[in-house]
Each structure stands twice: as structure tokens, then as C-alpha cells.
């Protein structure tokens, strides 16, 4: 696998908390994504990241921040949970947007 | 922007059998079309794409076409095995380098059993 990693793996929280997951590359790849992996939903993007502090909203952006201020870490923030966030995010990287797509092990998140 | 269909979202095949899914998308300006096959548990991984000055490409068991025209593309796996059960993605990319305006759309997965 790419040198990609996500943290936590899982998280547990309760509705109204801030939560932030980290995603952190080491293969200096210039795109970086974040999806939500729900049954029947397939991978919705949420954000993504086309360079150090160059993002862009995707299909599923509200409730939703993120920030890139190196090329290897991309945060994503859930300002205030919702139940409706409870759901495995998955980071990505990619040279391009059409280039291969490498993910991360995904994060399992549900707010209670 | 751009949407992605894929059908079907179940498809179960006895081993040995062919499997299609098939995809369309709505942006013309698309040119990059990957799929990805993502086992229970794990992580999504590329298994092969397609761009758009391409109709057809073929890696083993697994071939995937393209009908710009239509707005179609389509995985192809022969002789299928119990390891080709997954759940498979499609996606469609719109290629304008480094800018806000880029953006790869997955379609909502299907769902493959091989049945012995």
C-alpha cells in the first residue's frame, strides 16, 4: 500500500462534538481527497485538496472543514457532529485528479 | 456537474461465468475513467482504467470499454473466481490540472458474488 495512513481508525463520539481526523502521506503526492463510505452511497467525495492550502468543496462538503497547510497532512473537521456523520471516511492521494487513486485504511466514525 | 450511474448495484454469477457493469456519466469534458474493487473490510484499490483516447483496454481476465459518444463505460471479467467477489466502483474524472474546477465523481458501487 501507498505510504498513506488515517487517524483514529475508529471514534466514537457524541453529537455536538468537534471531531478531526488526520490523514498523513508520505509519497509527497500533490491531490488530496476525503470520502464518506455509506451503504448504498457508494464513496461520496467531501473535499479534496489540489495543493498546500488549495481546497475545493465536493459533493457532500456541508458540516464539513478541512485544512492542508503541508503537502503530507490533510485534516478534516466535523465542526459538530452530527448523527448523520456516522459513516467510514476514507482519505486518498493522487498525483492528478486523473491519476490513480491510492486510500487510506479509512476511518470508522459514529456519533452518538 | 458531473453525476455518475452505475447498474447494477447486486450482480450475482455462477463461477466460471462473465460479469458486466456498466457506468455512465453526464460531463463530456471527462476523460479519465478508472474503476476500483473494494474487498470486505479493506480499502478501495485501482484494478484498471480507461482514458478517453482509448475504446477498449485489457489486463488479464478484466477488460474495460468506452463509447464517448454514448456516455458509457462498461467492466468486463471472464472466467470469474471466488476472489472476484467485491463490491466495484467506477468513476469518472474531469482533467483540468491543479484547478478548483477538477473533480473525479465515483459511481454508487456494485455489489458481485461468484456462486460455486
Known amino acids: 500500500d501507498a505510504g498513506i495512513t488515517q487517524s483514529p481508525r475508529h471514534k466514537v463520539t457524541e453529537t455536538g462534538t468537534p471531531v478531526t481526523l488526520r490523514c498523513h502521506q508520505t509519497e509527497n503526492h500533490r491531490y488530496m481527497y476525503w470520502y464518506r463510505q455509506d451503504p448504498g452511497h457508494g464513496l461520496r467525495l467531501i473535499h479534496y485538496s489540489y495543493g498546500v492550502k488549495d481546497t475545493d468543496k465536493g459533493e457532500v462538503s456541508d458540516g464539513y472543514s478541512v485544512s492542508r497547510s503541508k503537502t503530507e497532512d490533510f485534516l478534516l473537521t466535523l465542526e459538530s457532529a452530527t448523527s448523520s456523520q456516522t459513516s467510514v471516511y476514507f482519505c486518498a492521494i493522487g498525483a492528478g485528479v486523473t491519476d490513480t487513486q491510492y486510500f487510506g485504511p479509512g476511518t470508522r466514525l459514529t456519533v452518538l | 456537474g458531473e453525476n455518475v450511474e452505475q447498474h447494477p448495484s447486486t450482480l450475482s454469477v455462477q463461477e466460471g461465468d462473465s460479469a458486466v457493469i456498466k457506468c455512465t456519466y453526464s460531463?463530456?469534458?471527462?476523460?479519465?475513467f478508472p474503476w476500483y474493487k473494494q474487498e470486505l473490510g479493506k480499502r478501495p484499490q485501482l484494478i484498471i482504467d480507461?482514458?478517453?483516447?482509448?475504446g477498449e483496454k485489457k489486463d488479464q481476465r478484466i477488460a474495460v470499454t468506452l463509447n464517448k459518444t454514448a456516455k458509457h463505460f462498461s467492466l468486463h471479467i471472464t472466467e470469474t473466481q471466488p476472489e472476484d467477489s467485491a463490491v466495484y466502483f467506477c468513476a469518472a474524472a474531469n482533467p483540468l490540472l491543479y484547478s478548483s474546477a477538477s473533480k473525479i465523481i465515483f459511481g454508487s458501487g456494485t455489489r458481485l458474488s461468484i456462486r460455486p
Open positions: 460531463d463530456s469534458a471527462s476523460n479519465y
Open positions: 480507461i482514458r478517453s483516447n482509448v
